[in-house]
């Protein structure tokens, strides 16, 4: 899949909630297929950089009142509950293997969109970039929604790496892909984005 003419200067790889209390079993936020990916997003964050594109690691990172979280889930910061994501705790750390970089931007959201209530747009626009890439968890929920604000936005061309982005299960994961493609997302797997498959 990859383009001789791709501009990587002008692209954007988005690596979304690969944090712990979503990756590690027992977590808080545990999301089974989440570890399965985790290989296959460092390769894709290592191909990124080589060829020149913007990685932006977009993280959930709450206050521990739980005053920043969506309403339903409010429960979960109540005294002596799990706090899933707070920040400055280690279940708000990126899983081991994955490593901001100098060069790379590190993205807070609150909120299942990464474009929700940021400064994503406006950051991608300063730095000229055209296209987005994504890769991380989960499927329905973030990656959905901040692939549908990436074509609401006008990004284009939207891909999101099949074999680098996980849900609970592989039908839902499935299930999703097939709508993020019928609004003209691109679903590669990482050998044909990177094109290791030629």
Known sequence: MTDMNVDWKKTALLVIDMQN??????????????????PAIKEAVDFAREKGAFVVWVVREHDKYGRDVELFRRHLYGEGKEKPTTKGTKGADLVEGL????????????????????????????????????????TPNCIRQTVFDAVAHDYYP??????????????VHTANLIDMCNVGVQTPTLCAWSGKDV
């Open 99 to 138: 490593v901001i970089q100098e060069g790379d931007y590190k993205l807070v959201k609150t909120r299942f969109s990464a474009f929700f209530a940021t400064n994503l747009h406006t950051l991608l626009q300063g730095a000229g970039i055209t296209s987005v890439v994504v890769v991380g968890v989960q």
């Open 21 to 38: 209390d979503f990756i590690l079993p027992g977590g808080p936020m545990y999301i089974p297929m989440g570890a399965s990916v985790v």
């Open 158 to 171: 939207v891909i999101v790496l099949s074999d680098a982005t996980a849900a609970k299960t592989p039908e």
